[in-house]
């Protein structure tokens, strides 16, 4: 009876072995955006608008959209805080930038109705490969200066 008892626990075993590694092979392994790198991409968007005597609030966002560093310049308007936010969660839930989401309200207004997203260009994706892994949104001056600063961000994890 004993040895018995003893294969069963042993197959037991087995079959929980078994069920478990398959378990692990259904996860993904995925990159994550970390504070470091965050300071990184700000410090190099800052850099450019410095470089071009423009004051912007800078924003990044993990790939959940949760805010991982903001840097608002001095003399930026406390209203450019929400707007760079917004840029940065709207790039990396639509995983493209917004200047595609700002072009297209130009012609089809109904896109407005998709609710609480930032329309603005100024907003980009980061990616490790094709993966996004967060987002950068800068906000304080045009859009397109905005875009340029995010973009200039974007380049320094590139190196």
């Known amino acids: ?8 626990a042993a197959m037991a075993m087995s079959l929980l072995a078994v069920v478990s590694g398959s378990a692990f092979a ?9 504070l470091d790198a965050a300071k990184k991409i700000v410090a190099a968007a800052e850099a450019e608008a410095v470089k071009n005597k423009w004051n912007v609030v ?4 993990d790939d959940g959209g949760h805010l991982i560093y903001l840097q608002r310049m001095d003399g930026t308007q406390t209203g450019s805080i ?6 940065a969660r709207t790039s990396t ?42 987002g950068i949104g800068v ?11 995010a973009e200039a961000g974007i380049a320094a994890l590139e190196q």
Not at 1 to 8: E, G
Not at 58 to 61: C, P
Not at 82 to 87: H, N, Y
Not at 100 to 124: C, H, M, N, W
């Open 1 to 8: 009876m004993l040895k018995l008892r003893n294969v069963f």
């Open 26 to 34: 259904q996860l993904a392994d995925k990159k994550a955006l970390t």
């Open 58 to 61: 800078i924003a990044v966002v």
């Open 82 to 87: 929400d707007v760079a936010i917004g840029k």
């Open 93 to 134: 839930a639509f995983k493209r930038p917004t200047k595609v989401f700002d072009d297209l309200a130009k012609t089809r207004p109904s896109i407005l109705s998709l609710g609480d997203l930032t329309l603005l260009e100024g907003g980009v994706p980061i990616k490790a490969g094709e993966q996004v892994i967060g």
């Open 139 to 149: 906000s304080g001056v045009t859009s397109q200066q905005d875009a340029q600063i």
